[in-house]
């Protein structure tokens, strides 16, 4: 579910051809590439296959899938401001040889930035302005050091909100922030998964069936889903 629109930020004449496609990228060496993100990015709740970004590092070490290194750097709880911290010393520090650094990047935040604090219409834990101001300050950093390919966030459960007794998360405020993160990798022409209208378009019923208890992350078949839509999507192809 990638589109390509103009932007307000740049003049289209000013954007430069980017990959739209990991199969595009070229290296010397084996392709490196870095997942950075949140809980989701990490596998929490995952205890057979350790999580998307797992379940693709493994994919890529047979020797059938080519020459593809993945570093899984998800932390539980980052919201945007942490991913805009730590991801310059994270990228440096994995090229592996020397004077090199990562091939590509695997971006997906944003969930951590959405719910409510204390009760369903309490304040925004990220306001919303300041997401969008964030947002611009990640993707321009991202994009500055390597192609990004941006996975977007997938709908929680809303029947089993509040997490950990403070956060409500609900699909009416995901669905805006989605839609700022959405706009603005557009804008960039940055390759966006749109996980969340995906599955929310496969019913209610299938959704619920995708998380553990918390109805934040996903249970093993909810992760196995994740992968294959993610694997299937053109981007990574």
Known sequence: MTTLISTDHAAPSTIKSVPQSLSQLQSKTPLKIIAIGDSIVYGYGDFVG??????????????????????????????????????????????????????????????????????????????????????????????SLAPVFFVGMIPVDESKMPFYDCLYYNHLDQYRYKEATLKACQERQIPYLDLFDLWLSRGENWLRSQYGEDGLHPNIEGYENLFHDITTWQAVG
């Open 50 to 143: 350790g999580g998307w970004v797992e379940r693709l590092r493994r994919q890529w070490m047979s020797p059938e899938s080519g020459d593809r290194v993945l570093y899984n750097l998800g932390v539980r709880g980052d919201r945007l401001v942490n991913v805009t911290q730590r991801l310059p010393i994270e990228f440096h520090r994995r090229g592996e040889l020397r004077s090199q650094v990562p091939d590509a990047i695997l971006l997906s935040v944003g969930t951590n930035d959405s719910p409510r604090l204390g009760k369903p219409d309490g304040r925004l834990f990220s306001d919303f302005v300041a997401f969008q101001q964030q947002l611009t300050t990640l993707l321009d950093l991202a994009t």
